[in-house]
């Protein structure tokens, strides 16, 4: 059973960086798609990033294109969103989430999760 911790939420005001840290369990994260999804108050829970460990590939909301990036450091078991020019819209509660059935990105379009993490706070206000 895949475990994961997030870690790097806060509170930042509009324009500043986060970067938000998901540590896996297992020692090594070939065939996966990782990455996160945020849920806001009274909002459906949406897919932000992805990065597939089968094909390389990465996926970014349109919203988060250009400000986020997705990474991953298979030392140390660790994928990372950086977050940089934060609007008060990315206030959320961002999910981890891993997909070991079906490893690539387009699947987390389809709420495609075998894996969530508990969750961090991000909020963004001035």
């Known amino acids: 059973q895949l475990q994961l911790v997030e870690s790097g939420g806060g509170s930042v005001q509009p324009g500043g960086s986060l970067r938000l840290s998901c540590a896996a369990s297992?020692?090594?994260?070939?065939?996966?798609?990782l990455g996160w999804f945020r849920q806001a108050p009274g909002k459906e829970r949406e897919a932000v990033s992805c990065i597939s460990t089968s094909d390389g590939n990465t996926y970014y909301a349109d919203s988060v294109k250009g400000r986020f990036t997705i990474s991953r450091d298979n030392a140390r078991n660790t994928v990372y969103l950086l977050m940089n020019n934060l609007k008060p819209e990315d206030t959320a509660v961002y999910y981890c989430a891993a997909n070991s059935g079906f490893p690539y990105c387009s699947g987390f379009l389809f709420n495609e999760v075998d894996y969530w993490g508990q969750g961090t706070q991000v909020t963004v206000s001035s």
């Open positions: 297992e020692s090594t994260l070939d065939d996966y798609a």
